[in-house]
Every structure is written in structure tokens, then in C-alpha cells.
């Protein structure tokens, strides 16, 4: 059974980082493109990353140069580690996979989600 469960969420001040981890299981990540997108309260859910199974990554504009996706295939887990965190990263971020295996762009995958997790919080406040 495909699950993605995901752990790292909490409050930062703005400027400070967080790594939020996303543990898959009924996969393996050699197998499937998995990623992050996040959404905020009355929002639409927004393309934050992802990476096919071949490592090729993409970003959202708006995470750019701030964020990074990278993953463990020996613990089958992805990890997002975000850095210069601003109040408009508030969000629950859930970690997702489109059951391809890329490589896509965040726009394409972002569209064609089957399955994704229960969702981390995040919260960038002064």
C-alpha cells in the first residue's frame, strides 16, 4: 500500500529554516517522481517541488534559491530543507507523488498528484 507520511513542521521566526522529511512506503523512489506542494488557509494549492526518479528537481518561483529538495534512497525518504523562511511560507505542506517517474516539471506534476500525505504544518510568524 502507497503511503507518504511526513514530520518536520512547526514555528519559525522569519529568516529561520526548517527540514521537513517525508517518509514513503509501497515505492521506492527510483520508481516514482515525488515532491512537495503546500497550501494555505483559503488558498490554492501551490507547486513548491519535486524530483524524478532520476534526480532532476524543480522549484516554484517563489521557493527558488531558498529551498531544496533532496532524498535518501536507502531510507526510501525526501526531505525539503527550507531556509530565509517568510510569513508567506505559512502553510500545511504535504509531500506527494504522481506515480510517474518523470522527469516533469513542477507545473505538470503538481497537476497530475494520485496520492499524497496527511500534511506538516508550518508556521512563519514574528
Known amino acids: 500500500q502507497l503511503q507518504l507520511v511526513e514530520s518536520g513542521g512547526g514555528s519559525v521566526q522569519p529568516g529561520g529554516s526548517l527540514r521537513l522529511s517525508c517518509a514513503v512506503s509501497?515505492?521506492?523512489?527510483?520508481?516514482?517522481?515525488v515532491g512537495w506542494f503546500r497550501q494555505a488557509p483559503g488558498k490554492r494549492r501551490e507547486g513548491v517541488s519535486c524530483m524524478s526518479t532520476s534526480g532532476i528537481a524543480d522549484y516554484g518561483d517563489s521557493v527558488k534559491g531558498r529551498f531544496t529538495i533532496s532524498r535518501d534512497d536507502a531510507k526510501n525518504t525526501v526531505y525539503l530543507q527550507m531556509n530565509n523562511l517568510k510569513p508567506e511560507d505559512t502553510a500545511v505542506y504535504y509531500c506527494a507523488t504522481d506515480m510517474r517517474p518523470g522527469p516533469n516539471n513542477l507545473k505538470t506534476w503538481l497537476g497530475d498528484l494520485a496520492a499524497w500525505g496527511q500534511g506538516t504544518p508550518v508556521t512563519v510568524s514574528s
Open positions: 509501497g515505492f521506492t523512489l527510483d520508481f516514482y517522481s
